[in-house]
């Protein structure tokens, strides 16, 4: 059998970069690589019905021992994020980490004092990148450990559980994981994403979650004789930005503290777009984090005259807690799975969303779990071996507890 290590280092030579804007599922078609070949080695270890769809997602069962209990499902997702390249990953392994720096490239280290989340790594042996892409843990590492799991469980028939549903999502990273997820064919009754970072991380409430997309209309005139008749857009997307509350900013929020974020910021004089998130744990801090965003375009206009400034704003999605405190018997199913193998279990807020918040909205109780990677969506992006181990044997204990 294959271990979580040795499918993680065939996935990460996949370029799965999903892509903002596209108006397509997957948004990427380099997507279908790995789904391809993670549907035939499904089937080589005797996942029949492993089957990828028009849409790259990737399903897939393993048949009840005990039909008496609840199908349990499994989620994780292939792309990995636009934010940093994830074409030509050249993982190296640091092994028995000493503690301190860990130089990558020439420019390019992660800093102890920088990650202090580095202190509890000493004495493990650590996958991390050549300093000039990602690494792609996100959500590779969760993949890896799920399949090690599926081959476990068919390699050992006589443990009693039921039904295990598995499934690989693209465009999890650009909002899209589940637009095209087919809830009923998946056939779970609870399940969970593999797809957080600590290994001992059980997360069941995310961010609320919209975009704020602001289109400002210039006139261009040349500089020379501009005076009166000049609007320039990329000076108003300034002042648009300095209306927003200058602490409440992801590099100064941590915890349960809302933001608005600026990701993009591109124009000319004559058009600027400046495409925003807004985040916030609260419903009601949301809404109302929104009513502000939509008042920043009135003010503009207030100023500049009406249609200077047009802000579109939509909901991605929505703090899971809402559902899940129903649900917490899939926590504690999940935190006894845990202390089995050795993990005190953790939860905290989620400073971001999976598939999960938005699958449980959609009927399917799906907490996150971790898979022992940290410093996602960067070049300083790493994990640890002994915490893949861990996990696979962790979800074991997670199958098959009553």
Same mark, same amino acid.
Do not use: W
């Given at each position: ?10 996935? $990460? ?19 279908? =690589? ?33 039909? =008496? ?11 990995? %994020?636009?934010?940093? %390249? ?10 028995? *980490? ?21 202190? /509890? ?76 970072? =600590? ?25 020379? %004789?501009? /005076? ?31 933001? *608005?974020?600026?990701? =993009? ?38 100023? *500049? ?17 809402? $559902?899940?405190? /129903? ?13 089995? $193998?050795?993990?005190?279990? +953790? ?32 070049? +300083? ?9 861990? $996990? ?11």
């Amino acid at each position: 059998m294959a271990t979580a290590t040795e499918r993680f280092l065939r996935y $990460v030579s996949f370029d799965t970069q999903s892509a903002d804007g596209a108006n397509a599922i997957p948004s990427t078609q380099k997507q279908f =690589d790995l789904a391809n070949a993670l549907v035939q080695e499904m089937r080589e270890m005797g996942i029949s019905d492993a089957r990828v769809d028009e849409h790259c997602y990737v399903y897939g069962s393993l048949p009840a021992t005990a039909p =008496d209990r609840n199908a349990l499902g499994f989620v994780a997702h292939m792309d990995t %994020s636009p934010a940093a %390249s994830g074409a030509n990953v050249r993982p190296r392994i640091v092994q028995n *980490y000493a503690g301190g720096d860990i130089p990558l490239a020439p420019g390019v280290t992660i800093e102890a004092a920088m990650f202090p989340a580095l202190a /509890k790594c000493v004495g493990q042996d650590l996958i991390v990148t050549d300093g000039t892409t990602l690494l792609g843990a996100d959500d590779k590492a969760g993949v890896a450990e799920i399949l090690t799991m599926a081959e476990f469980l068919l390699a050992h028939p006589e443990i009693r559980r039921g039904k295990i549903c598995i499934a690989f999502t693209p465009d999890e990273e650009v909002g899209c994981g589940t637009d095209a997820f087919d809830l009923q064919a998946f056939g779970a009754d609870f399940a969970y994403t593999v797809d957080g970072g =600590d290994a001992d991380g059980i997360e069941y409430e995310n961010f609320n979650a919209a975009s704020a997309v602001y289109t400002i209309h210039g006139v261009s005139v040349h500089p020379g %004789s501009a /005076k009166g008749r000049m609007v320039n857009a990329n000076r108003l997307a300034c002042e648009l930005n300095a209306l927003f509350p200058g602490e409440e900013v992801p590099e100064r929020t941590e915890g349960y503290e809302g933001f *608005y974020h600026l990701c =993009d910021l591109r124009g000319s004089v004559e058009e600027c777009l400046l495409h925003y998130i807004i985040r916030d744990h609260d419903r009601a801090r949301f809404e109302a984090r929104k009513r502000y965003a939509a008042d920043v375009a009135e003010a503009m206009n207030a100023r *500049y005259g009406a249609g200077t400034v047009e802000v579109k704003l939509v909901d991605s999605y929505y703090n899971m807690r809402e $559902v899940m405190e /129903k649900h917490m018997d899939v926590i504690h199913r999940a935190e006894e799975a845990c202390r089995a $193998v050795g993990i005190r279990p +953790h939860s905290a807020p989620i400073r971001g969303g999976t598939d999960g918040c938005r699958l449980s909205f959609m009927g399917l109780p799906c907490p996150d779990l971790g898979t022992g990677g940290l410093n996602y969506h960067s070049r +300083h992006e790493l994990i640890a071996i002994e915490d893949m181990d861990l $996990v696979s044997a962790m979800l074991v204990k997670l199958v098959t507890a009553r």
